[in-house]
């Protein structure tokens, strides 16, 4: 499929019609244990080259379509689809670092990722350096000899701040080390990390490639010499595994990503817009945007600016936040993003601050720049974009007369 387009790749990926019974559909194998020819050993180790089906712990047929289809999509030899993004996360920062190890991160990522790197990761005698990846003088003065990864995450979440891959690889080659990007917010059809010097690509499959928020998946991407130990170790051992069911939903949802990515971007960028002129708003974070202060960067490195954003309110954010959540009508006021409802949620700065990124000095600074005392992340849907932004203009405020 290499060869082959984006569109034809998302759809034929990994799949070929059923031999026995001409289904083009894939099949759905929800079998945990698979029949052997002949006996053979109680571990994987006992197996040498490709390991045939026979738990579903360490492969599955319908598992392997979406990872086929996902590799095709980013472009990389391989790929490990996991029972989660977290469990993608973990496997991958686990399996690289040990003990007396030291791991870059950016100082903004998932919640779950920078809780991980700051509080887990350190338990186990594995240190960690928040840096503002965007600063690259500061990504290189944070390195040790004893650092063995850089972990990117670009856009990164909440506030849609962008990381340049192919200069942080740049730095990760000169110094020996490996490079993960979370390209979540991306996709494929925005970003492809290997093609700009990534080791490893990580996604939350639950986002925008599922794309439909009923199924809860993972990926890491990359070679298949780098891919092996969290094949026949990390997926093993530490049990992540995706399930057949939701593996076969999200390569269903991954063989649309193409068009449904066209969509969102088109969406967020209309929302984008009516945001930026509405009296209530302060700001508004969007790669897409002329105002964004990367948007030259998102030229060089977006092939689709993608459908979150995330904006600022002048006066009571947490206020209007409880407004929303009662009176919208079309947005859900929900975590998550990337279905194809529009999804929005309220993340206040200072408990940002206790509970997950413990940013101070001039990296608070360079937060709140996006940010302030909270923003609104908002994931646009597959709906009319006017109707969200009706939707939104009814609960945002108005100026008062005096004013």
Known sequence: MKDKGLHTRAVHAGETPDPVTGASAPNLVMSTTFTMEEPAGFSINAFEGEIPYIYTRWGNPTIRVLEEKLAALEGTADCVAFGSGMAATAALMFESLKSGDHLVISDVNYAGTAELARGTLPAYGIATSAVDTTDLAAVEAAIRPETRMIWIETP???????????????????????????????????????????????????????????????????????????????????????????????????????????????????????????????????????????????????????????FQVHGDGAALAERMAKELEIIHYAVSLGHHRSLIYWIDTEAMMESTFKLSGDQLAHYREYAGDGVFRLSVGLEDANDLCRDLDRVLPRPTQAR
Do not use: C
């Open 156 to 310: 990164a979440n909440p506030i849609l701040r962008l990381t340049d891959i192919a200069a942080v690889a740049a730095i990760a080659r000169r110094h020996g080390l490996a490079l993960a990007v979370d390209s979540t917010f991306a996709t494929p059809i925005a970003t492809r990390p290997a093609e700009l010097g990534a080791d490893f690509v990580v996604h939350s499959l639950t986002k925008y490639i599922g794309g439909h928020g009923d199924a809860l998946g993972g990926a890491v991407l990359g070679s298949r010499e780098g891919l092996e130990p969290l094949r026949t170790h990390a997926l093993i051992h530490f049990g992540g595994v995706i399930s057949p069911f939701n593996a076969w939903l999200i390569a269903r949802g991954a063989a649309t990503l193409p068009i449904r990515m066209r969509a969102h971007e088109e969406g967020a960028l209309l929302l984008a817009d009516f945001l930026e002129s509405h009296p209530a708003v302060a700001r508004v974070n969007h790669p897409g945007l002329d105002s964004h202060p990367q948007r030259q960067l998102a030229k060089r490195q977006m092939r689709n600016t993608s459908g979150t954003l995330s």
